[in-house]
């Protein structure tokens, strides 16, 4: 959900949407029949078409779908008493969710971290906006170089300007974190459509990794590199395991080459907004089917055009050459392992939480939210690494508190390892981020061979 929503009151309804007329009395439904502008939150049916969110209209992203964990993820400070603020349309029987929120490593942690950073104080500082408004100049500014002529050496510090804004920018804006104010975020989250992206994907399919991180089913980043690489260690005789996955600890930085490509040339998503690694998963269980999605798509797509005159368009019809491909290429490639390789990282690494859930179907019985981020999740580096990658090294404590400015984390850091040791939760440190790539490495070769499912002849394992 989207910033401040302890704030909602019931307003006028969002203008530009038509949806169905929202019901008077309460109904029985099941998650397969909510409607587009309904939400669904611990059982309870909402409608979010009545009252204009405080946090900005992205709340509508999760039109149609359970958001009881997104929202909850989103919202640290909230209680029960925040929802009556809602209207209430109907409810889920027999409805029940894989995680809780209420655990003492959940109290403690939320409240040491809040001493640090009170409520209202969450946002991006001084600090960040002198980098974000950095990165953001560097960036116009290559663009310009790049429209009079390209060249190999622009090719490659273009791209990686382009990372810096994916990681600097957009990511806090997008998660509501940079500002308070709604217009910020929406603006300085464009720099994902300015990158060859696009900020409606982006929340569509980060704010589910976010809420599922490694979850076996729902995570669509756990699925988004199949059928070439495999993040889920699936068992053996598996019909998504192939023989060169044997392989794939070799060829993975290849693989990660070619995200640009796989972006900007795919005009079919932004077209209609839905995100392909939900779309065609069933098993995340989310619907992107809503009118409000259907609205912004004109946006994204009219962007994705823009993205292609500056960066494709203009530098070949300037000079039409192999040699322009071959920058464009450049350009691309440099700007996808920036990024690829960092997001990467963050939760495939050996000894990583892959089925955080898994005790839930064993025994019905939920569990921690927040025990499952730390778990799934690696921090590297420090302060430094910080200003490069937007606070995207402290991917704890990010997981944690996703609606966080960046500029937070190195500060809360030191606790949030506290309360972990005290609680027993596993916090994975890699002191510098080669050490992280490594274990990275390690652990998707593992997956690749199915290591952890054979036996080990030198312990006498059969």
């Known amino acids: 959900m989207a910033p401040d929503a302890d704030k909602v009151r019931h307003r006028k309804p969002i203008s530009g949407i038509d949806e169905e007329p929202v019901e008077t009395h309460a109904r029985i439904s099941t998650l397969k029949g909510i409607k587009g502008n309904e939400v669904v939150i611990d059982g309870v049916i909402y409608d979010i078409h009545s009252f204009t969110h405080p946090g900005g209209d992205s709340i509508n992203v999760f039109g149609g779908n359970d958001a009881t964990t997104v929202y909850k993820m989103i919202h640290p400070y909230h209680t029960s008493k925040h929802l009556e603020k809602m209207k209430k349309v109907g409810v889920v029987p027999d409805y029940k969710c894989e995680y809780t929120f209420d655990t003492p490593f959940q109290r403690e942690i939320k409240s040491e971290v809040f001493k640090i950073v009170r409520r209202g104080r969450e946002f991006g500082t001084p600090g960040y906006f002198l980098r974000a408004f950095m990165y953001i100049a560097f960036f116009f500014y290559l663009q310009y170089q790049w429209v009079q002529q ?12 382009k990372a810096l804004i994916g ?26 459509d300015f990158i060859g992206g696009s900020k409606w994907l982006w929340m569509e399919k980060h704010w589910t990794h976010h809420a599922y991180t490694n979850h076996k089913e729902r995570d669509p980043d756990g699925v988004a590199a199949e059928p070439m690489i495999l993040f889920n260690d699936y068992p053996l005789g598996s019909p998504k395991r ?34 392909r690694g939900l779309k065609n998963n069933p098993n995340v269980g989310v619907r992107l089917d809503n009118a409000w999605i259907a ?50 990282l963050s939760h495939n690494f050996e000894n990583a939480d892959r089925d955080p859930t898994l005790e839930a179907r064993k025994t019905g019985e939920p569990v921690c939210w927040y025990k499952a981020q730390v778990e799934t999740s690696s921090t590297y580096g420090g302060l430094i690494s910080g200003w490069l990658t937007g606070g995207l090294n402290f991917q704890v404590e990010h997981h944690l508190f996703p609606r966080m400015s960046s500029s937070w984390y190195p500060y809360i850091a030191p606790t949030v390892r506290k309360v972990c040791a005290k609680h027993g939760v596993k916090y994975a440190y890699y002191p510098w981020v080669w050490q992280n790539m490594i274990s990275t490495l390690k652990y998707t070769h593992q997956v690749g061979n199915a290591s952890h499912w054979k036996g080990n002849p030198l312990k006498g394992d059969l």
Do not use: C
Request: proline fraction near 1%; charge should be neutral.
């Open 242 to 275: 192939t023989g060169m996955h044997a392989f794939q600890g070799f060829y993975i930085v290849f693989i990660l080459a070619g995200y640009w490509a796989s972006s900007v040339f795919n005009f079919a998503e932004v077209w209609d907004l839905q995100e």
């Open 295 to 344: 609205s912004r798509a004109k946006f994204a797509f009219s962007l994705r055009v823009l993205y292609h005159l500056t960066n494709l368009v203009i530098p070949l019809y300037k000079n039409f050459s192999w040699a322009t491909v071959g920058h464009i290429n450049l350009m691309g490639i440099s700007g996808s392992l920036a990024l690829g390789l960092l997001f990467t």
């Open 150 to 161: 390209t060249s190999y050496t622009l090719a490659l510090i273009y791209g990686v300007s």
């Open 167 to 192: 990681l600097n920018v957009q990511h806090d804006a997008n998660h509501g974190a940079a500002s308070r104010k709604v217009w910020v975020n929406d603006i300085l989250g464009l720099g994902a």
